[in-house]
T-cell receptor, first 111, second 111 residues
Framework: QKEVEQNSGPLSVPEGAIASLNCTYSDRGSQSFFWYRQYSGKSPELIMFIYSNGDKEDGRFTAQLNKASQYVSLLIRDSQPSDSATYLCAVMGSGYSTLTFGKGTMLLVSP | ETGVTQSPTHLIKTRGQQVTLRCSSQSGHNTVSWYQQALGQGPQFIFQYYREEENGRGNFPPRFSGLQFPNYSSELNVNALELDDSALYLC??????????FGPGTRLTVL
């Protein structure tokens, strides 16, 4: 069974700090990796995706992928209170184009 | 460009009843995936439709069924509702293996 693991948190960081969110996955055949942000009571919002080993930067967000270690991470620079949300890691396998999600990590950014 | 829409927003049903949830995909997207998100959990894949055919199914019983229409909109039907079916039901649209974008969700409460 494909599994995606995340620390549930909460991860607390002060405003302006770097938040580091981590995710591991069990299926070595996984091809694509996604980070979603979900505010309480809302639906997930896609913020980053990465397909190749290495880093991918988009504004304050950097996704990092290491397929050998089956590890993907999301760095948020200059964290803002508005970044406080649950961050969901999702993995897409080589079969159906469906997503397997972790349970999410709650991030709290204090002013 | 129109985003993913879902209806209704909220729904209250009693055990044993049947429910139909609706989803309109984002313009240009031909694939719709349905997910169930219980409180405090990540979304769990129910099934996916591509060009009106079921293109994969998660670990859900047959009382969960679906349809996709020629305009790529979709329905999720759940028969014989159980208390554990209470959850946020999410529809996501995509272009086959590309990034999936979620609608606002339908909150189903089963009493």
């Amino acid at each position: 069974q494909k599994e995606v693991e995340q620390n549930s948190g909460p991860l607390s960081v002060p405003e302006g700090a770097i938040a580091s969110l981590n995710c591991t996955y069990s299926d070595r055949g996984s091809q694509s990796f996604f980070w979603y942000r979900q505010y309480s009571g809302k639906s997930p919002e896609l913020i980053m995706f990465i397909y190749s080993n290495g880093d991918k930067e988009d504004g304050r967000f950097t996704a990092q992928l290491n397929k050998a270690s089956q590890y993907v991470s999301l760095l948020i620079r200059d964290s803002q209170p508005s970044d406080s949300a649950t961050y969901l890691c999702a993995v897409m396998g080589s079969g159906y184009s469906t997503l397997t999600f972790g349970k999410g990590t709650m991030l709290l950014v204090s002013p | 460009e129109t985003g993913v829409t879902q209806s209704p927003t909220h729904l209250i049903k009693t055990r044993g009843q049947q429910v139909t949830l609706r989803c309109s995909s984002q313009s240009g997207h031909n694939t719709v995936s349905w997910y169930q998100q219980a409180l405090g959990q990540g979304p769990q894949f129910i099934f996916q439709y591509y060009r009106e055919e079921e293109n994969g199914r998660g670990n859900f019983p047959p009382r969960f069924s679906g349809l996709q229409f020629p305009n790529y909109s979709s329905e999720l039907n759940v028969n014989a509702l159980e208390l554990d079916d209470s959850a946020l039901y999410l529809c996501a649209s995509s272009q086959v293996t590309n990034e999936q974008f979620f609608g606002p969700g339908t909150r189903l409460t089963v009493l």
